[in-house]
């Protein structure tokens, strides 16, 4: 994933609707509950191997 792709939910974290719209800050707009939020990736957890 680059810099200019934008991560795409597809629901609102905080009412559950599937309506949302791109905001040009780079955030999500939910047209259901009217809240902007937007979407980080941290990276990805792996579980640690353990040699018993």
Known sequence: MTSTERAVP???PFCGD?????????GWLCTGCRRTFSVKFHGLSL???SHG
């Open 10 to 12: 597809y629901y609102c």
């Open 18 to 26: 599937e309506d949302l719209r791109p905001e040009e800050s780079g």
């Open 47 to 49: 579980p640690e191997v």
